[in-house]
């Protein structure tokens, strides 16, 4: 799914932000990316999901060198990604149903499709009754729960979420990895990011831990209920 072969990044002459960082995603694994703020968790996650192109080593995802690609290629893998950003990126003057909907009428999907689909995926987070309700009417958990519906309309080979629990309380912090473990079930490998060592080890799923740039395989957390 997502290979990383001694992976560096810099920009300009600065020092590296990462380096040798290798790792490996099997399909429909789930993973934990922890480190404190500043450890480099973005980097690593837009160079996954092809946002910036390392400064050294090898990135490849679906078994494909990224750095062979041409732009065709390399936009039909970063369409194969679903990303729920931290700061979530609903527009603001789009409705709930809108907002979800984006994705598919950019990728020009029937409108009988959309209609079909987002009111049955929303009801599945919990939205049903937020379809007309804009972002900034919503509750943090209710916009983070946009936004990963977002991300997951079109059933996705990857997700990533950077963050996700960092601006919610546990209850809606632990609600949202139930949701990332169901995706999972139906074939999704999850990546989640997050600062939150101790949360991350309540669940089972393996966890890597990146401090200063440098990226170890961290011992799994507690069994799952």
Same mark, same amino acid.
């Given at each position: 799914?997502?290979?990383?072969?001694?992976?560096?990044?810099?920009?300009?002459?600065?020092?590296?932000?990462?380096?040798?960082?290798?790792?490996?995603?099997?399909?429909?694994?789930?993973?934990?990316?922890?480190?404190?703020?500043?450890?480099?968790?973005?980097?690593?996650?837009?160079?996954?999901?092809?946002?910036?192109?390392?400064?050294?080593?090898?990135?490849?995802?679906?078994?494909?060198?990224?750095?062979?690609?041409?732009?065709?290629?390399?936009?039909?893998? !970063?369409?194969? &990604?679903?990303?729920?950003?931290?700061?979530?990126?609903?527009?603001?003057?789009? @409705? /709930?149903? %809108?907002?979800? $909907?984006?994705?598919?009428?950019?990728?020009?999907?029937?409108?009988?499709?959309?209609?079909?689909?987002?009111?049955?995926?929303?009801?599945?987070?919990?939205?049903?009754?937020?379809?007309?309700?804009?972002?900034?009417?919503?509750?943090?958990?209710?916009?983070?729960?946009?936004?990963?519906? !977002?991300?997951? &309309?079109?059933?996705?080979?990857?997700?990533?979420?950077?963050?996700?629990?960092? @601006? /919610?309380? %546990?209850?809606? $912090?632990?609600?949202?990895?139930?949701?990332?473990?169901?995706?999972?079930?139906?074939?999704?490998?999850?990546?989640?990011?997050?600062?939150?060592?101790?949360?991350?080890?309540?669940?089972?799923?393996?966890?890597?831990?990146?401090?200063?740039?440098?990226?170890?395989?961290?011992?799994?957390?507690?069994?799952?209920?």
């Amino acid at each position: 799914m997502v290979r990383l072969e001694n992976v560096g990044k810099h920009y300009g002459t600065d020092a590296e932000i990462l380096h040798d960082v290798s790792l490996k995603l099997d399909p429909g694994g789930f993973y934990f990316l922890t480190g404190v703020s500043g450890a480099g968790k973005t980097t690593l996650l837009k160079i996954i999901y092809l946002a910036e192109p390392p400064s050294r080593g090898v990135v490849s995802l679906f078994d494909t060198n990224v750095a062979k690609t041409d732009r065709v290629t390399h936009t039909a893998l !970063r369409r194969r &990604v679903g990303i729920v950003f931290q700061d979530f990126r609903l527009v603001e003057h789009l @409705n /709930v149903r %809108d907002n979800v $909907a984006l994705p598919l009428r950019i990728a020009g999907a029937p409108e009988r499709e959309i209609r079909e689909n987002v009111p049955e995926l929303l009801s599945w987070m919990g939205l049903d009754g937020k379809l007309d309700y804009h972002p900034a009417t919503l509750s943090g958990g209710e916009q983070q729960r946009v936004a990963i519906a !977002r991300a997951i &309309v079109r059933r996705p080979d990857l997700l990533i979420a950077d963050e996700p629990t960092g @601006n /919610v309380d %546990d209850e809606i $912090a632990m609600l949202l990895v139930r949701v990332f473990e169901r995706i999972n079930k139906l074939g999704t490998t999850v990546l989640v990011a997050t600062h939150d060592i101790g949360f991350a080890r309540q669940f089972s799923h393996r966890r890597f831990h990146l401090d200063k740039g440098a990226l170890s395989i961290a011992a799994e957390g507690a069994p799952a209920p």
